[in-house]
């Protein structure tokens, strides 16, 4: 039998976008640092980055995701009293960064 219902009455799987842009948005923090690298990172710079790419992302959603990655060791946390988180990768971080990058072709090389 066909189902005759709706598109727009039909329940589509939100799950699988909220995760790649969870994936996305770490991702983003870790290059983000990278670039900063040997330097600390403030976390309004990581949220303009992330911002730049059409992904919606808070202040506290950002947070939620620093304290994710800094409890993977990846990043480590620097929580200031009264201003912006400093980031800083950790050799794991980077180790995690230089390989996925690696094998990247530079855009002037390809032909």
């Not at 005759?4 to 009455?9: C, G, S």
């Not at 911002?51 to 947070?63: A, D, F, G, N």
């Amino acid at each position: 039998m066909l189902n005759i219902t709706p598109l727009h009455t039909q329940q589509q799987p939100a799950r699988p976008i909220i995760k790649h842009d969870r994936y996305r948005i770490r991702w983003y923090i870790l290059i983000a640092v990278n670039c900063g690298r040997p330097f600390p990172v403030a976390e309004p710079l990581i949220l303009s980055v992330i911002r730049s790419v059409p992904i919606e992302c808070t202040v506290r959603k950002l947070r939620q995701h620093l304290n994710y990655l800094a409890g993977r060791k990846f990043v480590e946390l620097r929580r200031l009293e009264s201003g912006p988180w400093l980031v800083a990768l950790t050799r794991h971080g980077a180790n995690v960064v230089d390989e996925a990058t690696r094998y990247a072709i530079p855009e002037d090389t390809k032909q």
